[in-house]
Each structure stands twice: as structure tokens, then as C-alpha cells.
């Protein structure tokens, strides 16, 4: 990739990046799902931190992704912010997309999963709501990451493995985690 494509393809992550972000700054919070989102959040930071963590907000919602945003709320309530948190795992999907395909094809290929993600119609409407949808996105490429370079990994490689996957299900999956 010569370096006038590496400026055109940069200046595209960053446009998509930015849309996530004028998306994130000017849409009304949307009534039912982020609005359940942000009011779970700031339920869960008003009670224990302990409590946030063994009890999911309601029967289909896990609570890993609230005690993101319970934590996230503590230094601001304000929706923009967030929503950036959201933002920022979308960004680290395409970063770890464009590792992925770098090393198993070439950069051309890697330049077009990161566009093909980052224009998305689908990634454009959910990765930058308050909702689990881009860290979910984001610690599925992650673990496949983990997977394609396993054998380059230190003696870590099982517990970071183990990790990813469990926060994986703590996010989109309460039923492992829920008291009976």
C-alpha cells in the first residue's frame, strides 16, 4: 500500500469514526433501549457496586455492560459521554479488524474489513448507542484476535483467553451469572 492510499484510507476510519461520534453528540436518547440502558445504569450506581455486578437489570439484560456504564457515570451523567465509551470500542474492533487482516491476507484486505465495518449500516446505528452492541462487536474480534495468534502467546495465553471470554458472556449473557 503505497502512502497516498495509506492517507485515503486513514482519512476513511477517521470519517467513520466521526459519524459515530455526530451520531453520539446530536440523536435524542432513543425511549426504550437506551433509555433503559441509562436508567439501569444510574439504578445500579446509586446501590452497592456488588449488587451491580451479581444482578442483571431484567431478564434478557445482562449487567456486565451496566457496570461499565454505572462506572462510566460516576465521572459524568451526561449522555454524549456515554455514548463515546461506545465509540471507543468500535474503534478498537476496527483496529483489531485491521490487525487481523493485515497478518492473514495483506492491508488491502485489512483496509476493506475496517471500511466494510465502519460504514456498515447496521455498526453505524449501534456503535454508538448506550448499549452492549459495540462491546460485544468488539470482544468477539478481540477473542478471534487471541485465536489467530495463539501460538505467538506467552504462558498468559490461557487466563487472557479465559478472560475475554467470560467478560464476552458477562455482556451478553446473564443466565450463567443470575442468583436463583
Known amino acids: 500500500m503505497n502512502i497516498r492510499h495509506k492517507y485515503y484510507f486513514a482519512s476513511l476510519v477517521v470519517i467513520a469514526i466521526l459519524l459515530r461520534v455526530v451520531l453520539a453528540g446530536y440523536v435524542p436518547i432513543w425511549p426504550s433501549d437506551e433509555g433503559h440502558s441509562y436508567w439501569s445504569a444510574g439504578w445500579y450506581g446509586s446501590n452497592e457496586f456488588g449488587f451491580a455486578i451479581n444482578n442483571p437489570a431484567d431478564y434478557a439484560h445482562p449487567s456486565g455492560y451496566y457496570v461499565i456504564l454505572s462506572l462510566l457515570r460516576y465521572f459524568s451523567d451526561n449522555l454524549v459521554f456515554l455514548r463515546i465509551s461506545s465509540v471507543v470500542f468500535s474503534a478498537m474492533t476496527m483496529y483489531f479488524l485491521w490487525l487481523i487482516g493485515k497478518k492473514y491476507r495483506s492491508s488491502l484486505y485489512a483496509s476493506v474489513l475496517v471500511i466494510s465495518y465502519g460504514f456498515s449500516g447496521y455498526f453505524l446505528v449501534t456503535d454508538w448507542m448506550i448499549r452492549g452492541y459495540a462491546l460485544?462487536?468488539?470482544?468477539?474480534?478481540?477473542?478471534?484476535?487471541?485465536?489467530?495468534?495463539?501460538?505467538?502467546?506467552?504462558?498468559?495465553k490461557y487466563s487472557l483467553l479465559w478472560l475475554v471470554h467470560t467478560l464476552g458472556l458477562y455482556n451478553v449473557s446473564s443466565i450463567p451469572f443470575r442468583r436463583h
Open 136 to 156: 460485544s462487536g468488539f470482544l468477539i474480534i478481540f477473542s478471534l484476535f487471541l485465536y489467530l495468534n495463539f501460538d505467538e502467546m506467552a504462558n498468559y
